[in-house]
């Protein structure tokens, strides 16, 4: 199984401020035949089910906003948010797609300093 | 609106038995992966198991092999999970999630708002 570990558990921003959450996974996630690395990000709020804003470790899903932004290849990836705003308050979790079976990260908690 | 709503959750005593649904609307069921994550209280999501489009090939979590068995019927475009033989560490709650697999996207795309299951005495 392919293990992911984030970094770090959790997070203190102030609003405004850049957040940056890091995602190792225990083998590369980056397919040759495509060049593309099987890598999401979701955002879960209490009380909801996780959601998909990143795919293909820097698409953004539609609807997400252009503050949220991920970048990495191979087995380092990062989910950076360049202007922490309060609805952001949340935990992430990092996915691998690459093979079964899924995996996600232990998630990182995201607070407002 | 495209829509995964899923039922059938609850408490149940160790070493029973649940099954889930999950009904799918407004989008083409049949067309894909459906998997079933779960969630403990406090954790972090976990694959427990996915089904083909067309229901002829199924995976499982090796902590749930033997035990739970995916099924679909895509002309009622539900998702089934049964689950027998439960236990404490099955405790969470239980999303529907389809995965996209395209040229262009890739993922988790569209989760349901899960069912809780219990399991205690």
């Known amino acids: 199984d392919i293990v992911m570990t984030q970094s770090p558990d959790s997070l203190a921003v102030s609003l405004g401020e850049r957040a940056t959450i890091n995602c190792k996974s225990s083998?590369?996630?980056?397919?040759?035949?495509?060049?593309?690395?099987?890598l999401a990000w979701f955002q879960q709020k209490p009380g909801q089910p996780p959601k998909l804003l990143i795919y293909?470790?820097?698409t953004r899903e539609s609807g997400v906003p252009d503050r949220f932004s991920g970048s990495g290849s191979g087995t380092d990836f990062t989910l950076t948010i360049s202007s922490l705003q309060a609805e952001d308050v949340a935990v992430y979790y990092c996915?691998?797609?690459?093979?079964?079976?899924?995996?996600f990260g232990q998630g990182t908690r995201l607070e407002i300093k | 609106e495209v829509h995964l709503a899923e039922s059938g959750g609850g408490l149940v005593q160790p070493g029973g038995s649940l099954r889930l649904s999950c009904a799918a609307s407004t989008f083409s069921f049949s067309s894909y992966w459906m998997y079933w994550v779960r969630q403990a209280p406090g954790r972090g999501p976990e694959w427990v198991s996915r089904?083909?489009?067309?229901?002829?090939?199924?995976d499982y979590a090796d902590s749930v092999k033997g035990r739970f068995t995916i099924s679909r019927d895509n002309v009622k475009n539900t998702l089934y999970l049964q689950m027998n033989s439960l236990s404490a560490e099955d405790t969470a709650v239980y999303y529907c999630?389809?995965?996209?697999?395209?040229?262009?996207?890739?993922?988790?795309?569209?989760w349901g708002q899960g069912t809780p299951v219990t399991v205690s005495s």
């Open positions: 083998q590369s996630l980056l397919y040759s035949s495509n060049n593309k690395n099987y």
């Open positions: 996915q691998q797609y690459y093979s079964i079976p899924r995996t």
């Open positions: 089904v083909d489009s067309d229901g002829g090939r199924t």
């Open positions: 293909w470790a820097s």
């Open positions: 999630v389809r995965e996209m697999t395209s040229l262009t996207k890739f993922g988790f795309d569209l």
